[in-house]
């Protein structure tokens, strides 16, 4: 394997590592999808300005995402 396949699966595996730390320490607000609730004020019940901005980036970015992986990076 090259260098960056090998930095790659060391960055995937160290962010399971932390992942896992926090799904088996059961303490409020510290998974990577708890942090992105908050980051985008999901609980909160606010739907204006920045908040806003940020919900409809976190779309958008997720919607180019899954189309640049499913396409072979042609989108």
Do not use: I, P
């Amino acid at each position: 394997m090259v260098f960056w396949s090998w930095a790659w699966l060391c960055a995937l595996f160290g962010m399971a590592l932390v992942e896992l730390g926090a799904l088996l320490n059961k303490q409020e607000g510290d998974t990577l999808s708890e942090h992105v609730w908050k980051w985008v004020a999901l609980k909160d019940g606010r739907h204006a300005g920045f908040v806003a901005f940020r919900r409809t980036f976190l779309l958008l970015f997720a919607a180019w995402l899954a189309a640049y992986c499913m396409t072979g990076g042609r989108f």
